[in-house]
Every structure is written in C-alpha cells, then in structure tokens.
C-alpha cells in the first residue's frame, strides 16, 4: 500500500543525491572511492548519475552541481543568498501534481518551481525541505 500524506499520494522516491559544490571531487568519492555505477548524462558531462534501477532502493541518483539546481529553480547559475544552500536533494514521484501542489502551497510552504514542465519532459514542484534539502514532488514519466 502506497502512503497518502495529507492527499497527496507519493508513489516511490524518483530521485535523491547530494548537491555539488565541486563535482570532480564528488564524484571521486561516489564513484571512485565507493564504486556506484554513475555516468555523465548525454549532453550535460557535470551532472553525473545512474542508470534506471543500476542502484537498487532508488530509481534514480545523481551528483547535482548547485549551479544546475539553481539554475533550474531560478534560471541563474546563482543560488540566492536569502535561501540555505541546499546540501542534497530527493524527488518524490507522486500520483497528481496538481493535488500535491495545491496542499503544499496551502500549508505554506515557499514554493522555488511550482509544476513546470521540464525539457526532459519531467513536470515539477520544487521547495526546501525545513532541513534544507531541495525537495521535488514529480511526475517522470519514464520511471512509471
């Protein structure tokens, strides 16, 4: 049985992984020092990540350069300096976006992207978590 948190159905973790200040060393770690099966993706060599199910407990994880996460929350390369500088970051795929949105907005939360479709094709909610982590409710349909 899949839990329900408050309405919203979150069906299995999509993603999760640390946010990079320094790749080259990151990935030194991760892939070097513990082994994991991380690769560049297709036209982007910095963001690092697994193959679908290559890790098992986790669809997907990746190193993250904070330049790209900020990017995609605020189309610059900066994060602000009024936010924390998120240490890592974890998607939950949920049922329905919208629903997921609407409780999380409703609650309060400061919503940094609220369901915008990516270029990949993946639809996004993003917000910091209280304890900083930059946290997405998705809809990635290639992981369905």
């Not at 049922?95 to 609650?107: C, P, Y």
Request: net charge negative.
């Amino acid at each position: 049985m899949k839990p329900d948190l408050s309405g919203i159905e979150v069906l299995f973790v999509a993603g999760f992984g640390p946010i990079t200040q320094n790749t080259a060393i990151s990935k030194s770690f991760y892939v070097d020092s513990l082994g994991l099966p991380l690769k560049p993706m297709d036209g982007n060599t910095d963001y690092i990540l697994t193959g679908h199910d290559a890790l098992g407990g986790v669809k997907h994880f990746a190193l993250w350069p904070l330049s790209q996460a900020a990017y995609s929350c605020f189309g610059t390369e900066q994060w602000p300096d009024n936010l924390p500088v998120p240490q890592g970051w974890i998607e939950f795929e949920v049922s329905d976006i919208d629903t997921a949105t609407d409780i999380l907005s409703g609650k309060g939360y400061q919503l940094l992207v609220a369901k915008r479709e990516e270029p990949w094709g993946q639809i996004v909610t993003r917000l910091l978590s209280p304890e900083g982590l930059l946290t997405g409710v998705t809809i990635t349909p290639w992981l369905r």
